[in-house]
């Protein structure tokens, strides 16, 4: 596509509840991040993919958190038993790879989800 | 690990006046990429401005330069001529030069242009 495009843009659920959050990445970018803003803060790292594999996802807080990309191209977002303190909006970004050359290595950023857990 | 600093959570400034965020990092790496990006009420980050950590030359894209002081590690953003389509958050983001490494962004600065 022309963008990143993130579903749903807004999600609201309750504590406990499992959720998911999608995001198509700009076509034929190989390198796919996740990151989570809490509200007033900057973008905090999740999870990176290269192609299809997690090629590092040192930055999910715990194994409630877990995120696929089978095809290499869009990525799930999964939460189990979401707690209040998951609240916050999460943005997914694309680059042509992970490589850090110049050219490729800039960000393009989807519009975010914002997930509130009551 | 590497850190950002954005020590001013909000800015405001004139339209048509400049500005200057600042931005400090720390790192042990001699090769690196800073960038800022901005983030109107839509949510949607946008590229403004990327640096080079090997370039002396000072970047600059139109309205947008930065003032990269190395030795400092301090990378501000100077917006010239400001528009009131510039209000937004400002977030100051480092990458490490090697393969795969995530972008590390900085608190970010709310920036105000008053008519």
């Known amino acids: 596509g022309a963008g990143v495009s993130q579903t749903p843009s807004n999600k609201v659920t309750e504590k406990g509840k499992y959720v998911e959050l999608r995001c198509d990445p700009i076509s034929g970018h190989t390198a796919l991040y996740w990151y989570r803003q809490s509200l007033g803060q900057g973008p905090e790292f999740l999870i990176y993919f290269q192609g299809t594999g997690a090629a590092d996802d040192s930055g999910l807080p715990n194994d409630r958190f877990f995120a696929v990309r089978p095809e290499g191209s869009v990525s799930t977002l999964k939460i189990q038993r979401t707690e209040r303190g998951d609240s916050a909006v999460y943005l997914c970004?694309?680059?042509?790879?992970?490589?850090?050359?110049?050219?490729?290595?800039?960000?393009?950023f989807g519009a975010g989800s914002r997930l509130t857990v009551l | 690990a590497q850190t950002v600093t954005q020590s001013q959570p909000e800015m405001s400034v004139q339209e048509a006046e400049t500005v200057t965020l600042s931005c400090t990092y720390d790192?042990?790496?001699?090769?690196?990429?800073l960038f800022w990006y901005k983030q109107p009420p839509s949510r949607q980050m946008i590229l403004v401005i990327r640096q080079e950590a090997y370039k002396q030359q000072n970047a600059t894209e139109n309205r947008f330069s930065v003032n990269f002081q190395k030795a400092a590690k301090s990378f501000s953003l100077k917006i010239s001529d400001s528009q009131l389509g510039d209000a937004a958050m400002y977030f100051c983001?480092?990458?490490?030069?090697?393969?795969?490494?995530?972008?590390?962004f900085g608190p970010g600065t709310r920036l105000s242009v008053l008519p």
């Open positions: 790192t042990s790496e001699s090769d690196y990429y």
């Open positions: 970004a694309s680059s042509l790879s992970a490589s850090a050359s110049s050219g490729a290595n800039v960000l393009t």
């Open positions: 983001a480092y990458r490490s030069p090697n393969y795969g490494q995530n972008f590390v």
